[in-house]
Structures are given as structure tokens and as C-alpha cells.
């Protein structure tokens, strides 16, 4: 999450989406909506937070009575990290270089992507891809040679002043991402969630990357490819013009 102005936002969609993996991996017991934010304000308090935060939950089963996969070997509670760090948006804004990983994303019948989960090797992999190819991330396909993501971020592109975006099937549903999509909505920007092939992302004339950590930021080059004469495209500056002001103005207020 990203703490703007003392406020969090989309704070509630944020836990959510941590209550609904939580109960997709069978945990006995899940902290109150109340009780995590009065943790979160806690501990952005105590370090004296306003603005300009990214907080990262992290919600384990707890301590086990011995080593093992069983979730009944933890016996005491879950335990909930808060992790607040002072971190502006950690892409350049001038634009990011991909390449593509040979890793793929699992479709929901290996590893459903609906649960948000802290087992990211092969997206790990691919970012050790990306650092040795001098890029800044890698693109990951799924199984079907069909766009997912990147290893942290979802991908848009756009084509003849249409946004389009990767369905929903082997990348997360993205909080950032549905943002984007609700200003498409609002501002009555042509867009759809389609499957998007390696030809689509080389031929696009604008793409860009969503994420809490990054927000938006364009992409300018793909294995080598340039993307909208290696400049952020007018229509990534747009929608990121846009976002900037609902956080501006949006959100949970969690700092007096």
C-alpha cells in the first residue's frame, strides 16, 4: 500500500485482497479489519509517516511447534508484519527497458494468481534475468505464450489510442491495474483486457507497467525493440497525470 498525505489508498481493497488469500490458504485465524489498521497507524506513528510511504502486510501463520508444511504445526497465532519504508515510486520516469524471461507464469490450476502470496521464485528468477540482461524488469508470459506480467508489475499497451491489458489469468489481480481501468471507464478511454501476444507488446505504440511500488511508468524498450520512439508515450503521461490526481485527493485517512 502507499501512504499519500496521511491518507492510504485503496486501503480497503488492499485488505480485502490479504483477507481473501488468507482464507484461500486456510488460515484458522485472520486479524480484524480494525485491529491491522490500528497496527498499520501505529506504526506509522511511531516513525512519524505523513507522506511519501509504501507499506508492505505481510501475514503469516505464526510460530510452529516443529518443522513441517502442516499448517497445524502453528499453534499460536498468526503474525503480522508491517513493513512502512520512506520510498518514492521505484521506477525511473523516463522510461524502462524489458526483456523477456524464459520463466512463464502458472495458470490457476498450478498456482492461483487470485492469492496474493509471498511464493514468488519464479518471478524472483526472472528479475536475476533482467539484472543480468542490464534491463530494469523481465516480461513474463504464461504457459500459452500469452503477456502476464512482468516479474512485480501489470503490463498495458496501447494501439490506435486503445488501452489494452492482460487478462486475468495467470498474473494477479492488480489493485494499481483495476485503477487504471476505472479511469478508462471515467474518462472514456477505449480499453479492454484481452490475451496479448509477443507481437502486440512489439508493435504497441505506448506501453507501461502499474504497481503500488512504481505506480505508472512507461516503458520505452522490449529485447531490444523501441517502444514510441524510446519517449513515454502521451498516453501513459495521461493516465498517469490522472491517477496522481485521484491519490491526491483519495484514500483512508490512518495519520492525525
Not at 480497503?12 to 486479524?31: D, Q, Y
Not at 474518462?187 to 512504481?214: K, P, Q, W
Not at 511508468?217 to 522490449?222: E, L, R, W, Y
Amino acid at each position: 500500500m502507499r501512504l499519500y498525505q496521511g491518507r492510504i489508498f485503496k486501503l480497503h481493497e488492499h485488505l480485502n485482497r490479504l483477507k481473501r488469500s488468507a482464507n484461500a490458504l486456510s488460515f484458522t485465524e485472520i486479524p480484524t479489519r480494525e485491529r491491522i489498521i490500528e497496527e498499520i497507524k501505529r506504526t506509522l506513528a511511531a516513525n512519524k509517516m505523513q507522506d511519501g510511504v509504501h507499506i508492505r502486510l505481510t501475514l503469516s501463520r505464526g510460530l510452529k511447534i516443529t518443522s513441517g508444511m502442516d499448517p497445524r504445526l502453528n499453534q499460536s497465532g498468526p503474525t503480522l508484519i508491517v513493513l512502512a519504508e520512506f520510498k518514492p515510486p521505484v521506477y525511473a520516469k523516463n522510461g524502462l527497458t524489458l526483456i523477456t524471461s524464459k520463466f512463464r507464469r502458472p495458470p490457476p490450476d498450478i498456482l492461483d494468481p487470485r492469492i496474493h502470496h509471498a511464493n514468488l521464485l519464479n518471478s524472483i528468477l526472472a528479475k536475476i534475468e533482467a539484472n543480468s540482461a542490464g534491463a530494469d524488469d523481465a516480461l513474463m508470459l504464461d504457459i500459452h505464450g500469452f503477456v502476464a506480467e512482468t516479474n512485480a508489475t501489470h503490463i498495458f499497451v496501447v494501439r490506435n489510442g486503445n488501452v489494452e491489458t492482460s487478462r486475468v489469468l495467470a498474473c494477479p489481480e492488480g489493485i494499481t491495474r483495476a485503477t487504471v481501468l476505472e479511469i478508462c471507464v471515467a474518462e472514456r478511454i477505449s480499453h479492454s483486457e484481452t490475451n496479448l501476444t509477443l507481437n502486440d507488446v512489439y508493435r504497441a505504440d505506448e506501453i507501461f507497467c502499474t504497481g503500488t511500488m512504481g505506480e505508472l511508468a512507461g516503458v520505452t524498450t522490449i529485447d531490444n525493440n523501441t517502444i514510441a520512439g524510446g519517449k513515454v508515450g502521451s498516453m501513459t503521461e495521461r493516465l498517469s497525470d490522472l491517477y496522481a490526481t485521484r491519490t491526491a485527493t483519495a484514500g483512508v485517512q490512518v495519520v492525525d
